[in-house]
């Protein structure tokens, strides 16, 4: 396998169209991946509950990253803006010259980190409305075990209840909402945003300024336990919790994933991802610093934050700024938060699904489009995988797989961009990030995320990094299949075009 120029394979603006419409604009790309921003208060408890007090100083710190890493982000899809999905995407072209088998890596953690962070939020959204509107209900207490395998594999128990059915509904839901196409999906997540956005950034910042943050509850401030910070015990939990906060404020470059379908990617593409991490890192900092301050550690830790339902908090939150009225819509604002970042996972995971299949890396039944160049099959897969994930309870060794996958594709992308620099010099880009970041700053970023993985994974899940490790053995057998017996062991000519491989 070779790699010819970019110029040569016109992978620039001035290349082939993909399949998608270009049809929306940075502001409604900002509306689709505003989801991004309420991801925070789904962790706040499990990282307060991990370490204590200093769990605001590392949302500060993950969230700084997060920021940066954006302009990485802006500068790899800007290379590509024939090409849709997460930066994964783009940076399997830098990779794939390496080996082939890189691409399905890159691709592949980054589709299996988002669509697990799908199954979590689905899984809470639908709790959320059995608890608020059919509490009481024989529906609510319906129960079925229909597999039990935990004598044979602990822990793996097939069960439907209520919450299962009703957190399938709400990818059902969303669905129904996507498949006319992006533009009317960025129509609906903007009406969803604007309810649900806006009183949960009152909620966080109106405490900064009535008097209501306790500066006590911050002390002292320390690790959990008192934990030595440079001991090794203390860098251990420093990692875990940059590890578990990285799922969460990275989000952000999810912004990139709608580059083929901007009507001006040049223009769109910097203020999209930009715009989306701007709010999102708001809502990363303040959050978490105004539950500590208004709520103290005892309330954060309580099981139920901890294990994220944020309806009793997030209510004596309000009561607190605005008066017992406040609380009485705090779950339908925590629904609508959820379907909002389930919206935005949906739409970022089945384009990055639809993306690979064109290139020859995911199955290829993957890259069918319908008449509103929807990626359909790339939703239903995710439905189907997110089913049978909430089927098993969404089991921590799956999200702990999960997040080791994100991180991963993480910090292969932020590697991808030097790069692409070196590889392709003359090739148009719609941004330039500074050349500190993309020479030191970027491949600096990669190194401290993988120590992450290494030193920080077992923290959130015991074997965390082998459960990783296996989804990606599992992916690169999905990608034999595909490249060697259904392809022949040739690329696509999509791909052969868009990844200048021959």
Known sequence: MSISSLESSQISAAGPQSEMRRVITWKDAFWITAG?????????????DTLGTASVLVWA??????????????????VFPNKTGGGSVYASVAWIKYSKFFAPINM?????????????????CGSYIVSAFLQGTSFASFSVTLLDLSSVLPGIVFQLNATIITGILVLLFVFALQHTGILRAAKIQHIIALFALIPLVLIAIVPLFNGTINYANFTPFELKGGVDWFSKEGLTLLAG?????????????????????????HRDNIRAIVSTGLIAFVCYVV????????????????????????????????????????????????????????????AVSSRTLYQGSV???????LSRLNGHRAPVAGMWADIVVNGVLM???????????GAVSYLLSISMDLVAVRLLRSQYPTSERHFRAPDFL????????????????????????????????GVLVIVVLLFVYRHYIVDRGEWPERAKRDLGVQ
């Open 36 to 48: 991004a921003s309420p991801w925070v208060l789904f962790s706040i408890g499990a990282m307060a």
């Open 61 to 78: 710190i993950s969230s700084v990253i997060g920021f940066v890493q954006l302009f990485l982000y802006a500068e790899l899809a800007g």
């Open 108 to 124: 592949g953690a980054y589709w299996f980190g988002t669509s697990t962070s799908l199954t979590v939020l689905a899984s809470l």
């Open 241 to 265: 919790g940059l590890f578990i906060a990285g799922w969460s404020t990275y989000g952000a470059e999810q912004a990139v994933s709608f580059v083929s379908e901007f009507k001006d990617p």
């Open 287 to 346: 959050l978490p610093f105004t539950f500590l301050g208004v709520l103290g550690l005892k309330t954060l830790t309580q099981p139920d934050f901890v294990a994220g339902y944020t309806q009793q908090a997030v209510s004596d939150l309000a009561t607190i700024s605005f008066g017992s009225k406040a609380a009485e819509v705090v779950t339908i604002v925590l629904i609508l938060a959820l379907l909002l970042s389930v919206g935005t996972l949906l």
């Open 359 to 365: 290139d020859g890396v995911f199955p290829k039944f």
């Open 391 to 401: 089927l098993l309870g969404a089991p921590l060794f799956v999200l702990a797989a």
């Open 438 to 469: 993309v020479n030191y700053v970027g491949p600096a970023l990669a190194l401290f995320n993988l120590g992450l993985i290494l030193f920080g994974a077992n923290t959130f899940a015991p074997n965390a990094l082998f459960y990783g490790l």
